[in-house]
T-cell receptor, first 117, second 109 residues
């Protein structure tokens, strides 16, 4: 099983709402990632968790708050978002810590399409 | 983060080989070369990776120049399902996977 499952697939939220995106993997991976992808652009790295601890934050605004409750789950809490935050949010995971070795394969989910109105 | 340069788009005929080039002149000795592809409305999918030697797997082959400043992803027989954006990525010691603009591959029947 090489599956990363993301829910919901689609989310529409208002700028004052609080919502969460969820990601789950059962491959025993110890590194998990959040990426953001705008239309016709490449994915942009947001956060990396290694062994359930945040190891990389790519200067993401605080209205995005990641959480890793256990080694299989990764959440992205959303609050006070702007319309320009509308995008595809991708979760990914890899065996071993995110920092090494660089040869690890990263497996991506199909993403959650977020629309902020 | 080390940079890669790829053509914006390429075309291929179905069942013919495709060679997707990538330049990475600033690659360091410990950077791995990864290729991912993204089909429409899907998350990126791992294709292949290598460090110094050429690599083969069931999806593709990766040819790495001797000086490691360039590489080529080879799809041996393109199918319509191979139409996607192909990303060549250098992954450094931090483990970060930083995507460039990629090459959009069109496959004509």
């Amino acid at each position: 099983d090489t599956e990363v499952t993301q829910t919901p697939k689609h989310l529409v939220m208002g700028m004052t709402n609080k919502k969460s995106l969820k990601c789950e993997q059962h491959m025993g991976h110890r590194a998990m990632y959040w990426y953001k992808q705008k239309a016709k652009k490449p994915p942009e790295l947001m956060f990396v968790y290694s062994y359930e601890k945040l190891s990389i934050n790519e200067s993401v605004p605080s209205r995005f708050s990641p959480e890793c409750p256990n080694s299989s789950l990764l959440n992205l809490h959303l609050h006070a978002l702007q319309p320009e935050d509308s995008a595809l949010y991708l979760c990914a995971s890899s065996q071993g810590p995110g920092r090494a070795p660089s040869g690890n394969t990263i497996y991506f989910g199909e993403g959650s399409w977020l629309t902020v109105v | 983060d080390a940079k890669t340069t790829q053509p914006n788009s390429m075309e291929s005929n179905e069942e013919e080989p495709v060679h997707l080039p990538c330049n990475h002149s600033t690659i360091s000795g410990t950077d791995y070369i990864h290729w991912y592809r993204q089909l429409p409305s899907q998350g990126p999918e791992y294709v292949i990776h290598g460090l110094t030697s050429n690599v083969n797997n069931r999806m593709a082959s990766l040819a790495i120049a001797e000086d490691r400043k360039s590489s080529t992803l080879i799809l041996h027989r393109a199918t319509l399902r191979d139409a996607a954006v192909y990303y060549c990525i250098l992954r450094d010691w931090t483990g970060k996977l930083i995507f460039g603009q990629g090459t959009t591959l069109q496959v004509k029947p």
